[in-house]
């Protein structure tokens, strides 16, 4: 479970693609940049068992693009076993003596939606748009010819999922996992207020690792 945890957290906070996308076929999210994506604006994240010390801050803001600066220690011997393997894919760094870590990830933010950035070409693919509805789906085609997709699967228009002190509205974005294989499926929870509040992995046993995403600032 320890190194399920691990898969989680990391491909929460960096882009964990091997093939980046080329092309997207859905239109910008568009909307006035939100706060969330603002320069020292932190995230947290739960289930974090064997890692101590993350931070997730936003330090950098150009052309819409926020990269968020994640840093951290694997404590866990067995997690550093497993990271010692992953750091040309998972990492932008990583001390195995000290089991200290950096990565940035690349997003977008705005009003109206949210993006990640997954190539060093700088393409967005679109994680949410809040006025989406159910059936609408957002693809970008990877340099291979691939196409990755991410589909609304669910959208409440009560207060019925937990976060925090309240109960928010959330609409639910699924798409296929693209790390190795080792994750099947990849199902987001998204607010208008609050952006990404939750995500779930599920693994190809079936198996589901969750964690909450808690941001300091809001829309």
Do not use: W
């Amino acid at each position: 479970m320890k190194k399920f945890t691990f898969i989680t957290l990391f491909a929460i906070i960096t882009s964990l693609v091997l093939i980046g996308c080329k092309k997207e076929s859905s239109s910008d999210i568009g909307g006035d940049q939100s706060s969330i994506g603002e320069i020292g604006n932190n995230f947290s994240i739960s289930s974090l068992s064997g890692i101590s010390n993350v931070s997730a801050t936003v330090s950098k803001l150009e052309n819409g693009i926020s990269t968020i600066r994640v840093t951290g220690t694997i404590t866990d011997p067995n997690i550093k076993a497993l990271a010692a393997t992953m750091t040309n894919v998972a990492f932008g760094s990583y001390d195995e003596a000290t089991g200290n870590f950096t990565g940035d990830l690349k997003m977008k933010f705005t009003k109206d939606g949210i993006a990640d950035q997954l190539d060093a070409d700088g393409k967005l693919f679109t994680l949410a748009k809040f006025d989406g509805k159910v059936g609408d789906t957002y693809s970008c085609e990877n340099a291979l010819g691939g196409t990755y997709t991410r589909s609304v699967t669910a959208k409440s228009d009560v207060d019925d999922f937990p976060y925090g002190f309240y109960n928010i509205k959330t609409m639910t974005i699924e798409g296929a996992g693209r790390f190795n294989g080792a994750i099947k499926n990849v199902k987001y929870r998204v607010n208008h207020r609050f952006g990404l509040v939750y995500i779930t992995f599920v693994l190809q046993d079936g198996s589901e690792i969750s964690s909450y995403v808690y941001s300091t600032a809001e829309n």
